[in-house]
C-alpha cells in the first residue's frame, strides 16, 4: 500500500461526517415545506395586476403548491428511509 | 463581463426579501449544523469521504450551475438560438458519463483527495506542482469573477451598490466554508439546485405562455431569425455560415470532445463533489446522476433565451438598451409577480454564492493539501492541517473579494485571464487520458504534455486567430479550434518525451493505470448498491442515449 493509502485510510477511520452529519432532506424539506406555504398565502391573495403580469396564471398559487409538495416528499422519505448511522468502530487507540 | 441594462431594476416588496432573509439564514444554519462533523482534515476538505450518491450527484451539477453559467446560457440562447443545446447535449453528457464509467475508479480507488494529487502518484512533482499552482490561481480568479458578476446583478436588480453585494456575499461563503467545510458548501448546493428550479420553472411556463406557447415562438422566431435558429444542426457543414461560427466537426472535436473532457473530468471544483461520495459505487454514480438534470436544465435556460429574443427583438443589438446577459432578468421583471419574484432573485444570489464557493472549497483543499503539506509544512499532525484547511479558506475568500474589487475596474484584463486559464485544462485531460491508458507514459512526460498543449491552444488563440492568420469567424469558434489543437499537441509532446525518458516503476502504478489492478484497493460493495437502478453502466448509458434522443426534434 502506498503512503498516501496509508494517510487517507487513517483519517478515514477517524472521520465523523458518516456518524455526525446531520440529514439534508429535513432543510430541503423544511425551507420548502416555508418557501411553499408563504408562496401559496401569496397566491391566495394574487391582486388583479399579478394575474395580469403573469399572463393570468395564478403563478404564486401553483409554484407554492408544488413546492409545499416537494418539500413534504422530502419529509416523508426522511420518515419512511432514515439513515442508519454507521456503527462505531472500535477505536483503533 | 455582465454588464447588466439599466432599467432592469425588479419591484421587489417585503415579501421578497423575507423569502430571501431566510434563504440566507438557512445558508448560515447549515455552516453551524454541519461544524460537529468536522473533527478531521479528511472531513473538511472531501466530507470524510461519506456522502450518499444522491447528495454528491444534485451537488455535482449545481456546482456548474452558477449565475454565470444560468445567465449565460440564457444569453446563447438569445444570441444562436437552439444551438445552446450542444454545450449540454454533446458538450457536457459525454463528459459526464466517461467520468463516471471510466476514470472514478482510479480516481476513487487511489484515494487521492485532489486532482492534482493524481498526478503526483501517476508523473512527478513538477506535473503536480505546476497543476496545484495554476489550480489554486485560476479557482480565486473564478470565485472573484463570480462574486463580481453577482455585483453587477445584484445592483441592476435591487439597487445595492456593487461593493456592498461583494462583501455581504463574500462574507457568508467565508462563514459557511470556514465553519462547516465542503459537506457545508455540498449541502447548500443540493438546496441551491431545487431553488433554482423553483425560480427558472414558472419563468418558463409564464414564457411560453407570453409567446403563444412553443408553436408561437417558434413561428416569431422562424420569421425574424430564419430557420437556422431553431435548428441544433442545420448550417454547420464545413464551409457554410452560422451564427455561432463553428462547423460540425470542431462542435464535437472541440466542444464535445477536448473541452467538455477537460472540464468535467479534470475540474477539481466538479470533481471533489464526486470524491466526497461513501463508496466507489457512488462516486462512480455521482456525475451520472447529475447528467439526467443536466440534459433538461438546457430549456429551462434556452426557452428564456428565445423567448426574449421574441419579446425584445433588439436584444444585444446597439442602441437597444439590453444586452443577451439580460435575457433572464428582462422576463422576471416583465413576468413575475411578487412572490415568485423573491423566489428567483434567491435562486439567482444563491447560484452565485454557490458557483463561488464551489471555486472556494476546491482551492482551500489543494492549497493545503497539495502545496502546504508536500512542499512547505510536511508531516505535522492533522489538526494542524485542519485549521491551516480553515485560514486558508479565509484568506481565499478575502483574496476573491479583492479579485472582485479588481475585476470591477480592469474587466478586461479579468476576461483575458479567464481565456488564458481556460486553455490549461485542455491538456489536463490529454495528460489524464494517456497516463490512466499507457504504462510505458514516463514520469516526465506529465509536466511536459501540459506545458506543449498549454502553449499550443495559447498560440492558436492568440496569434494565429487574434493576429488573423487563419481566419475563424467568431471567438467561439476559435476557442473549439485552440483545444484541439492543444490536445493533439498535448499528446504528441508526451509520446515524444515518454520515448526519451524513464517510465514509472510498475509497482508504483498499481491501481492507477487500465489493467494494473491492485488487490489491496478492491472494496466490498455496499449492501443494496446492485439494485438494477444502481447499476453505473445502464444510468450512464441511458444518460447517453436520452440525449442523443433530444437532438432528435431539433435536428429535422
Not at chain 2, 430557420?227 to 464535445?256: E, M
Request: overall charge neutral.
Amino acid at each position: 500500500m502506498s503512503e498516501l493509502h496509508k494517510e487517507v485510510s487513517a483519517l478515514e477511520a477517524k472521520s465523523a461526517t458518516a456518524a455526525r452529519l446531520f440529514d439534508i432532506r429535513r432543510i430541503i424539506g423544511g425551507l420548502f415545506v416555508v418557501y411553499g406555504i408563504i408562496v401559496t398565502i401569496a397566491g391566495i391573495m394574487a391582486s388583479d395586476a399579478d394575474l395580469k403580469k403573469a399572463q393570468g396564471i395564478n403563478i404564486n398559487l401553483w409554484t407554492g403548491l408544488a413546492m409545499l409538495a416537494l418539500g413534504l416528499f422530502f419529509l416523508i422519505w426522511l420518515k419512511l428511509r432514515p439513515v442508519v448511522p454507521p456503527t462505531p468502530p472500535t477505536p483503533a487507540e | 463581463m455582465h454588464t447588466l441594462a439599466a432599467g432592469l431594476r425588479l419591484p421587489t416588496n417585503g415579501l421578497d426579501y423575507a423569502i430571501m432573509a431566510i434563504y440566507f439564514v438557512v445558508v448560515l444554519g447549515i455552516g453551524f449544523a454541519a461544524r460537529a462533523s468536522v473533527k478531521t482534515s479528511l472531513d473538511f476538505f472531501l466530507s470524510g469521504r461519506s456522502l450518499p450518491a444522491w447528495v454528491t450527484g444534485l451537488a455535482f451539477v449545481a456546482a456548474n450551475l452558477g449565475a454565470t453559467e444560468i445567465l449565460g446560457m440564457a444569453a446563447t440562447g438569445a444570441q444562436y438560438g437552439v444551438a445552446v443545446v450542444h454545450w449540454y447535449w454533446i458538450g457536457a453528457i459525454p463528459a459526464m458519463v466517461f467520468l463516471g464509467l471510466v476514470m472514478m475508479p482510479f480516481y476513487y480507488k487511489s484515494k487521492v483527495r485532489s486532482v492534482p494529487e493524481f498526478l503526483l502518484q501517476r508523473f512527478d512533482k513538477s506535473a503536480h506542482l505546476l497543476s496545484s499552482i495554476l489550480f489554486a490561481f485560476a479557482a480565486i480568479l473564478i470565485a472573484g469573477v463570480n462574486l463580481y458578476a453577482l455585483s453587477i446583478v445584484v445592483e441592476a436588480l435591487l439597487g445595492w451598490p456593487q461593493w456592498v453585494a461583494i462583501v455581504v456575499a463574500g462574507l457568508f461563503v467565508l462563514l459557511y466554508i470556514t465553519i462547516g467545510g465542503l459537506s457545508s458548501a455540498i449541502y447548500n448546493e443540493v438546496l441551491q439546485f431545487f431553488v433554482i428550479l423553483a425560480a427558472l420553472i414558472p419563468l418558463t411556463i409564464l414564457g411560453l405562455k407570453k409567446v403563444g406557447g412553443w408553436d408561437g415562438l417558434s413561428d416569431s422566431l422562424e420569421k425574424s431569425h430564419g430557420h437556422n435558429f431553431l435548428s441544433a444542426w442545420d448550417g454547420t457543414a464545413i464551409g457554410q455560415a452560422n451564427p455561432l461560427g463553428a462547423n460540425w466537426l470542431t462542435i464535437i472535436l472541440g466542444l464535445g470532445f477536448v473541452l467538455s473532457f477537460g472540464y468535467w473530468t479534470t475540474n477539481f471544483a466538479e470533481v471533489q463533489r464526486a470524491l466526497s461520495a461513501k463508496n466507489l459505487s457512488a462516486a462512480q454514480r455521482t456525475p451520472l446522476i447529475a447528467a439526467f438534470p443536466k440534459i433538461f436544465i438546457v430549456f429551462l435556460v434556452m426557452i428564456p433565451g428565445l423567448v426574449a429574443a421574441v419579446v425584445a427583438p433588439k436584444i444585444g443589438l446597439a442602441g437597444s438598451g439590453l444586452q443577451y446577459n439580460d435575457a433572464i432578468p428582462l422576463l422576471m421583471q416583465d413576468l413575475l409577480p411578487n412572490g415568485v419574484l423573491g423566489i428567483a432573485v434567491t435562486g439567482l444570489l444563491a447560484a452565485f454564492m454557490a458557483g463561488m464557493a464551489a471555486n472556494v472549497s476546491s482551492f482551500n483543499t489543494v492549497f493545503t493539501t497539495d502545496i502546504w503539506a508536500r512542499y512547505v509544512k510536511k508531516d505535522k499532525p492533522d489538526a494542524y492541517y485542519l485549521r491551516f484547511g480553515r485560514l486558508i479558506t479565509a484568506v481565499g475568500v478575502l483574496a476573491s473579494i479583492g479579485t472582485a474589487f479588481i475585476a470591477s475596474s480592469f474587466s478586461n484584463i479579468m476576461a483575458y485571464l479567464q481565456t488564458l486559464f481556460s486553455f490549461f485544462n485542455v491538456p489536463m485531460f490529454v495528460v489524464f487520458i494517456i497516463g490512466m491508458f499507457w504504462k510505458r507514459a514516463s514520469m516526465k512526460s506529465g509536466v511536459w504534455g501540459l506545458v506543449a498543449g498549454t502553449s499550443a491552444a495559447m498560440l492558436n488563440y492568440f496569434w494565429i486567430y487574434k493576429q488573423g492568420v487563419i481566419s475563424i469567424p467568431t471567438d467561439q469558434g476559435a476557442n473549439f479550434v485552440s483545444a484541439i489543437v492543444g490536445f493533439v499537441a498535448g499528446a504528441v509532446v508526451m509520446v515524444v518525451v515518454t520515448l526519451f525518458t524513464a517510465p514509472k516503476p510498475e509497482a508504483e502504478l498499481a491501481g492507477l493505470v487500465y489493467g494494473t489492478e491492485s488487490a489491496d484497493l478492491e472494496e466490498e460493495p455496499a449492501e443494496g448498491d446492485d439494485a438494477w437502478y444502481r447499476k453505473p453502466a445502464l444510468l450512464g448509458w441511458g444518460a447517453i442515449v436520452l440525449a442523443a434522443l433530444c437532438y432528435i426534434p431539433y435536428s429535422i
